[in-house]
Each structure stands twice: as C-alpha cells, then as structure tokens.
C-alpha cells in the first residue's frame, strides 16, 4: 500500500500545482497540467491526469474516493469553487460550475456543463455537449432533468465541502500504522 500520492510531470514540463492549502490523499495519482486550488481535498484512489489537457479544480472542491478527472484537447476538465464530486465520479473534458454536485459513480463527459448548484444523481450519464442550467436535478441513463431543487435538497448538499475540509484535517494530521 502507498502511503504518499503520485504526483508527476510531464516531459513536456506540464507539471502540477497544488496548493499548499489542499489535501491530497495517500494513493492518489496526480499528473501534469493539474491545477488543485485552496482546500480542495482528493481522496484515495483518484486519479487527476492532466496529460492532454488541464485539470483545473477551485478552492474548497471535494473529489472523492475512486474519482477520474481527465480531457481531451481542446476540452479542460473544470471544477469551479465548492464542486464536490462523490465516490467514483468520472469528469471527463467536462466544466462543473460552482456548488454543484455530481453524484456517486455519476460520469459527465466531454463539452458538457453542469450549471451552478446542480445535482447530478448518483449513476447518472451527462452525454458529450449536454448543457445542464443551475439549480436543477438531473438523474438517469442518458441524464435528464427531473425537476428544479428545493431549498432543503440545496441546503442538504451544500454543507458537503465544509464537512470534507474537516475531514482534510483529520486525514492529514493522522498517523498511518506500521504494516502488520
């Protein structure tokens, strides 16, 4: 088991630049034109591959467990401030606007955009190009918008990347056990 993240650049000198404020996991893979903001936390298991394209994550984001940030030229991966993304989430050439969340194993792909504070459900597809507005539920193979939010769901979700730089905290000042 790795007990630090891989972080690498490239030949081409594209390398990463994390802020001295984000928590990057152990076994998180980070590679290239990969930009973390202010505490942005990535959890085990990621991978942020910013080989031929950028990955560009805001302040506060959460990329969690098992996540896949990657693009294609001509498409950057973007994460506005508070994005959270759950538990193997795939973002691929795709812009999350602020304060949305994408749900757990939920994959957005190239050119789409998700608006701000959104939710896209757990398992959803968001298909190449899709424009999804702000504020709204989309859930379902392909995604389709299934109503607007309502104050509950918004306040429900939007308290996730405060309860994942507490966490950031607690992960980063523990201390690994020796193998046993």
């Known amino acids: 088991m790795t007990t630090t993240p891989y972080i690498a650049s490239l030949d081409d000198g594209?390398?990463?630049?994390?802020?001295?404020?984000?928590?990057?996991?152990?076994?998180?893979?980070?590679?290239?034109?990969?930009?973390?903001?202010?505490?942005?936390?990535?959890?085990?298991?990621?991978?942020?591959?910013?080989?031929?394209?950028?990955?560009?994550?805001?302040?506060?984001?959460?990329?969690?467990?098992?996540?896949?940030?990657?693009?294609?030229?001509?498409?950057?991966?973007?994460?506005?401030?508070?994005?959270?993304?759950?538990?193997?989430?795939?973002?691929?050439?795709?812009?999350?606007?602020?304060?949305?969340?994408?749900?757990?194993?939920?994959?957005?792909?190239?050119?789409?955009?998700?608006?701000?504070?959104?939710l896209v459900a757990a398992g959803a597809l968001v298909g190449p190009g899709k424009k999804i507005p702000a504020g709204v539920l989309v859930a379902g193979v392909p995604g389709k918008i299934v109503r607007e939010l309502t104050d509950d769901d918004r306040a429900s979700f939007a308290r996730t990347p405060d309860n994942y730089m507490a966490k950031a905290a607690r992960h980063r000042a523990a201390t690994a056990l020796p193998p046993a």
Do not use: F
Request: hydrophobic share 45%.
């Open 14 to 118: 594209a390398s990463p630049d994390i802020h001295p404020e984000a928590y990057v996991a152990p076994g998180v893979v980070v590679v290239g034109r990969v930009r973390l903001g202010r505490a942005a936390s990535v959890w085990y298991g990621s991978v942020l591959r910013g080989d031929d394209e950028a990955v560009e994550v805001g302040e506060e984001c959460n990329i969690q467990d098992l996540c896949c940030l990657h693009a294609d030229p001509g498409q950057p991966a973007v994460l506005e401030p508070r994005v959270s993304l759950g538990h193997k989430a795939m973002v691929h050439g795709a812009h999350v606007e602020t304060g949305a969340l994408v749900g757990i194993g939920a994959i957005v792909l190239g050119g789409a955009r998700i608006g701000a504070g959104s």
